[in-house]
Protein backbone atom coordinates (compact mmCIF):
# COMPACT_ATOMS: atom_id res chain seq x y z
CA UNK A 1 0.00 0.00 0.00
CA UNK A 2 1.65 3.26 -0.95
CA UNK A 3 0.27 6.58 0.04
CA UNK A 4 0.72 10.02 -1.97
CA UNK A 5 0.36 13.63 -1.11
CA UNK A 6 1.29 16.56 -3.69
CA UNK A 7 1.79 19.90 -2.94
CA UNK A 8 3.53 23.07 -4.57
CA UNK A 9 -0.18 24.25 -6.51
CA UNK A 10 -0.94 27.68 -6.86
CA UNK A 11 -1.37 31.01 -9.19
CA UNK A 12 0.94 31.65 -11.47
CA UNK A 13 0.75 34.15 -14.66
CA UNK A 14 1.25 32.97 -18.44
CA UNK A 15 4.85 32.56 -19.18
CA UNK A 16 5.49 31.62 -15.37
CA UNK A 17 6.75 28.50 -13.80
CA UNK A 18 5.42 25.94 -10.81
CA UNK A 19 7.47 23.44 -9.40
CA UNK A 20 5.26 20.40 -7.80
CA UNK A 21 5.71 17.64 -5.54
CA UNK A 22 4.75 14.62 -4.54
CA UNK A 23 5.50 12.33 -1.64
CA UNK A 24 5.13 8.33 -1.44
CA UNK A 25 5.29 6.52 1.73
CA UNK A 26 3.90 2.96 2.72
CA UNK A 27 5.35 0.37 0.48
CA UNK A 28 7.74 2.80 -1.81
CA UNK A 29 10.17 -0.21 -2.15
CA UNK A 30 7.49 -1.87 -4.24
CA UNK A 31 7.10 1.21 -6.66
CA UNK A 32 7.15 0.89 -10.25
CA UNK A 33 6.98 4.24 -11.64
CA UNK A 34 5.58 7.39 -10.62
CA UNK A 35 3.11 10.07 -13.32
CA UNK A 36 0.99 13.17 -13.01
CA UNK A 37 -1.87 13.90 -14.29
CA UNK A 38 -4.17 16.62 -14.93
CA UNK A 39 -8.26 17.33 -15.12
CA UNK A 40 -9.41 20.57 -16.07
CA UNK A 41 -13.00 21.72 -15.05
CA UNK A 42 -15.68 20.22 -17.53
CA UNK A 43 -12.56 17.71 -19.08
CA UNK A 44 -11.72 14.27 -18.49
CA UNK A 45 -8.21 13.53 -16.27
CA UNK A 46 -5.38 13.53 -18.90
CA UNK A 47 -1.65 12.17 -18.80
CA UNK A 48 1.03 14.65 -18.18
CA UNK A 49 4.44 12.88 -17.34
CA UNK A 50 5.56 9.46 -16.17
CA UNK A 51 8.81 8.42 -14.68
CA UNK A 52 10.10 5.18 -14.27
CA UNK A 53 11.53 4.48 -10.54
CA UNK A 54 14.55 1.75 -11.16
CA UNK A 55 16.11 3.69 -14.27
CA UNK A 56 14.68 7.54 -14.07
CA UNK A 57 13.51 7.17 -17.91
CA UNK A 58 10.62 9.30 -18.77
CA UNK A 59 7.71 10.15 -20.99
CA UNK A 60 5.23 13.03 -21.65
CA UNK A 61 2.17 14.18 -23.08
CA UNK A 62 2.76 16.18 -26.42
CA UNK A 63 1.23 18.97 -25.12
CA UNK A 64 3.69 19.32 -22.19
CA UNK A 65 6.88 18.63 -23.98
CA UNK A 66 9.71 20.57 -24.22
CA UNK A 67 8.01 22.64 -21.31
CA UNK A 68 7.50 20.18 -18.14
CA UNK A 69 10.03 18.17 -16.42
CA UNK A 70 8.98 14.95 -14.77
CA UNK A 71 12.26 14.15 -11.95
CA UNK A 72 12.62 11.84 -9.02
CA UNK A 73 14.45 11.60 -5.80
CA UNK A 74 14.59 8.05 -4.87
CA UNK A 75 15.94 8.81 -0.94
CA UNK A 76 12.76 10.92 -0.22
CA UNK A 77 10.38 8.57 -2.25
CA UNK A 78 9.04 11.62 -4.01
CA UNK A 79 8.77 12.56 -7.66
CA UNK A 80 8.43 15.96 -9.05
CA UNK A 81 6.61 18.43 -11.63
CA UNK A 82 8.71 21.58 -12.67
CA UNK A 83 6.42 23.06 -14.96
CA UNK A 84 7.72 26.53 -17.43
CA UNK A 85 6.27 28.29 -19.70
CA UNK A 86 3.10 27.77 -18.26
CA UNK A 87 -0.44 28.56 -20.27
CA UNK A 88 -3.58 29.37 -19.13
CA UNK A 89 -4.47 25.48 -21.02
CA UNK A 90 -2.42 24.59 -18.09
CA UNK A 91 -4.98 25.14 -15.80
CA UNK A 92 -6.34 21.93 -13.86
CA UNK A 93 -6.05 19.98 -11.01
CA UNK A 94 -2.36 17.77 -11.04
CA UNK A 95 -2.89 14.17 -9.78
CA UNK A 96 -0.23 12.33 -8.83
CA UNK A 97 0.16 8.63 -9.38
CA UNK A 98 2.47 5.30 -8.53
CA UNK A 99 2.25 2.15 -9.77
CA UNK A 100 3.24 -1.24 -8.09
CA UNK A 101 3.49 -5.05 -8.82
CA UNK A 102 0.24 -6.33 -9.58
CA UNK A 103 -1.33 -3.67 -11.54
CA UNK A 104 -2.06 -1.86 -8.36
CA UNK A 105 -2.56 1.86 -8.52
CA UNK A 106 -2.85 4.79 -6.07
CA UNK A 107 -3.43 8.18 -6.33
CA UNK A 108 -2.85 11.38 -4.36
CA UNK A 109 -6.05 13.64 -3.92
CA UNK A 110 -4.83 16.50 -6.25
CA UNK A 111 -3.65 20.46 -6.01
CA UNK A 112 -4.77 23.14 -8.19
CA UNK A 113 -2.71 25.09 -10.73
CA UNK A 114 -4.42 27.64 -12.34
CA UNK A 115 -2.20 29.82 -15.10
CA UNK A 116 -3.93 33.39 -15.68
CA UNK A 117 -3.77 35.20 -19.14
Known amino acids: QVQLVESGGGLVQAGGSLKLSCAASGRTFSIYDMAWFRQAPGKEREFVAD????????SYAGSVKGRFTISRDNAKSTTYLQMNSLKPEDTAVYYC??????????WGQGTQVTVSS
Open 51 to 58: IRWRDGST
Open 97 to 106: KTRVPGTYHY
